[in-house]
């Protein structure tokens, strides 16, 4: 079955960076386009990132446009986020996101903690 896995979430201090990865399984990862998504409790989940099948297609939310970077590894059916510039606003949970045959799956998700 589908499965997601992200990983690389932690402390930083604000201005800092880090680069969260999602290791994905059960289905054909290069034919799919794949997202970033976060969430603060007491708000509703938010688009981040997205990454197109072939990885030419990127788009970003206004919020990290221009700080945050998209990428994927066929090879390793993996996607990362690089974030960097990160400010107290970027703390939360950051989950990864595929649709696959009409049905949205996600992995648990990684706490990203910004914090001087």
């Known amino acids: 079955q589908v499965q997601l896995v992200e990983s690389g979430g932690g402390l930083v201090q604000p201005g800092g960076s880090l680069r969260l990865s999602c290791k994905a399984s059960?289905?054909?990862?290069?034919?799919?386009?794949m997202s970033w998504y976060r969430q603060v409790p007491g708000k509703e989940r938010e688009f981040v990132a997205r990454i197109s099948p072939t990885g030419l297609g990127r788009d970003y939310a206004d919020s990290v446009q221009g700080r945050f970077t998209v990428s994927r590894d066929d090879a390793r059916s993996t996607i990362h986020l690089e974030m960097n510039s990160l400010n107290i606003e970027d703390t939360a949970v950051y989950y990864c996101?595929?649709?696959?045959?009409?049905?949205?799956?996600w992995g648990k998700g990684t706490q990203v903690t910004v914090s001087s």
């Open positions: 996101n595929a649709r696959v045959m009409r049905n949205d799956y």
């Open positions: 059960g289905f054909t990862f290069a034919d799919y386009g």
